[in-house]
């Protein structure tokens, strides 16, 4: 493919050491999807927005959520043609993957974009910057 024909890919911020190194546990807290913590986390890193590091991936891991339940809620109603069940269990089983990738790039101080979701959370939260 030529690159015109090519999407955008979304720039990751060149943030130093220090930053990296104190927002790196917002970072990580922001992936974890248990008990709805990843979700709460991600909300307080997106209020406070004072670090770029942990806002960065506050975004990314909020797209993931919303895209898994949106994914989900689309499932639900092949449950009543017998293929929703193995939908949701994908759609599930694709969100903790990606969660699993996000702690690897958060916790190894990487701002590298998820699969898939990027250009969601580009679009949806890429007006949110660190004051």
Aim: charged share 10%.
């Amino acid at each position: 493919m030529t690159d015109a024909m090519m999407p955008p890919q979304s720039a990751a911020p060149q943030l130093s050491q220090q930053e990296i190194d104190s927002g790196k546990t917002m970072a990580i807290l922001s992936y974890i999807p248990i008990a709805l913590i990843g979700l709460i986390v991600s909300l307080i890193s997106i209020s406070t927005k004072n670090n770029a590091f942990s806002l960065y991936h506050a975004k990314q891991a909020l797209t993931l959520y919303i895209c898994a339940l949106v994914g989900t809620l689309v499932s639900l109603p092949f449950c009543f043609i017998c293929i929703g069940i193995p939908l949701v269990i994908a759609v599930q089983v694709a969100a903790l993957v990606l969660c699993i990738i996000g702690i690897i790039n958060s916790s190894s101080g990487q701002c590298k974009p998820l699969p898939l979701i990027d250009t969601f959370a580009d679009k949806w939260f890429g007006k949110i910057q660190k004051v």
